[in-house]
C-alpha cells in the first residue's frame, strides 16, 4: 500500500494549480442520468472518487467517455468528460459500490425523477459520523415517491411520476438539497425548497441543470424555487475550483512561513476562511489569476472557530485548521458542529507533538513550538492531509500510510508540494 513521507521544515514557494472540486464533480456527474443528450463537464479532477462514481454511473447504463488534456493547455486544467444517458439501464445502485463512496447514495433523486423507480443500497457506516439519509428520504416522499426499506435498500417509486411539492429541511444538508433538486427538476409542477444548503457546489450543480434546460430561481440562496419541466437536454459545463483544497494549500503555505500563489482560486468560496486565517496572522489575498497566501516569519496566532454550513467555515477544512493551530503561539478552541465524529485526526496529530484535548464537540489546541515526525494514519480524506500539513512543519520524517484516503479527494497532492519545494515523496507498495 502506498505511503507518503515528508521531510519537514521546508518553506513552501512558488504556485500551486487548484483542481476541479470533487464535491461538484461527483453531483455533476450525476446530473447526467436526468437526460438522454450528452452532459460535457470540463476540469474534472482526476480523483478515486471519480474514477469509483464512473464505475458506479455506468452500471446504470450511462456512456462515459473521458479525454485528457490537449496540447498546449496547462496543468491545471482536469479532465474532459462526456457522459450520456440515453437509456437508463439499471435502476438499482447495489451496496458493493454505494458502501465504497456515500454520494453515490445520490443517484436516488435523477433515477426516481427519470425512470419512476430506484432501489439504492443505503449507504452503511462512516468514519466522521452517523450521516443518516432520512432528509433525502423525506424529500422524495414529498415528491410523491412511495419508500420502502428493504433488505438494506431504500426501494422507492413514483409511478405516476413526481409532483411538485414544499419541502423545508429541519437542518442543512447538502446531500439532501441536492436530491431535492436534481428530483424537482423533472418533477411536474413548482417545487420550494426552503433551507436549502447554499455551498458553492449546489450553486455549480444548479447553473449546470439550467444549462440543460431546468428551471431554478434562488440559485447561490437557501430558498430555490423550481419549476418542473418534462425533459432536460445536453450542456456543457466546467467543474468550479476546489474551495477546500484551497483552503488546505493556503494552510500548508501558512504553516511552513511560505509564499504560494494558488492559481485558478476563487476568494469568493473560502470567504470564511480567509478571515480565520488573517486573524491567525497569515496573509491572503485574492490577486489576478487566484489567492496569494503569505506568512513572513511572525508568530501563528491562536483562532476560535465554529464550524457551519457555508458561508460559515467549513467542516471539510477543520482538520486542516487544526494542524495550523498545533503551532500558534497559544490556545485556540475549534468547535465541529456537523459531524460528530470528526475528531479522528487528534490522536495522530498527538503522535507528532500536538497538544489537543477535546471538550465534547469542541477541541482545544495548545500550540507548542515544535512537531516531530512520525508514521501515522488517517481515516478519511480531511483528517489525512491535516496530517501532511503537520508533517511539513514537523521536524524530521512523517510518514503518512492510508495514501488511498488522500487520493479521493487531492489530485497529485505531492507534485503539487514538492513544486513548491516540499521535501514529499510517495513511497509505492
Ligand atoms: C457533503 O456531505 C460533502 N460530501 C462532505 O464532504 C461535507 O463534509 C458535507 O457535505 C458538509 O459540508 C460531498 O459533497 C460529496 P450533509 P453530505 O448532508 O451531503 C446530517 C469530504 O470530505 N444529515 O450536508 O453527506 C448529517 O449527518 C466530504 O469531501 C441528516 O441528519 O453532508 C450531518 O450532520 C465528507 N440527515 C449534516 O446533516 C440527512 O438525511 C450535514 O450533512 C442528511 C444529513
Known sequence: MDRIRIRGGN?????????????????????????????????VPRLADVRLLQRILQNHGIDIMVAGKRPGQTGMAG????????????????????????????????LLARCGEARVSLPGGCAIGT?????????????????????????ARARKGLRGAHIRFDKVSVGATHAALMAAVLAAGDTLIENAAAEPEIGDVAECLVKMGARIEGIHSPVLRVSGVTSLGGASHSVIPDRIETGTYAMCAGMTGGDVLLQNANAAHIGAVIDVMRQAGIDVEAVTGGIRVRRDGGPLQPVRVETAPFPAFPTDCQAQLMALMTMASGASFIRETIFENRFMHVQELARLGADIHLHGDTAEIRGVRKLT?????????RASVSLVIAGLAAAGETTINRVYHLDRGFETLEEKLSACGADVTRLTG
Not at 138 to 149: T, W
Open 11 to 43: 518553506r513552501l514557494t512558488g504556485a500551486i494549480p487548484v483542481s476541479g472540486a470533487k464535491n461538484a464533480a461527483l453531483p455533476l456527474m450525476i446530473v447526467s442520468l436526468l437526460s438522454p443528450s450528452t452532459l460535457t463537464l470540463s476540469n
Open 131 to 155: 450521516r443518516p439519509v432520512d432528509m433525502h428520504l423525506m424529500a422524495m416522499e414529498k415528491l410523491g415517491a412511495e419508500i420502502e426499506i428493504e433488505n438494506g435498500y431504500v426501494v
Open 373 to 381: 515526525g512520525a508514521p501515522v494514519m488517517a481515516t478519511d480524506l
Open 79 to 110: 479532465d474532459v468528460m462526456h457522459l450520456t444517458a440515453r437509456q437508463i439501464a439499471a435502476t438499482t445502485a447495489p451496496y458493493e459500490l454505494v458502501s465504497r463512496m456515500r454520494a453515490s447514495f445520490w443517484v436516488l433523486g435523477p
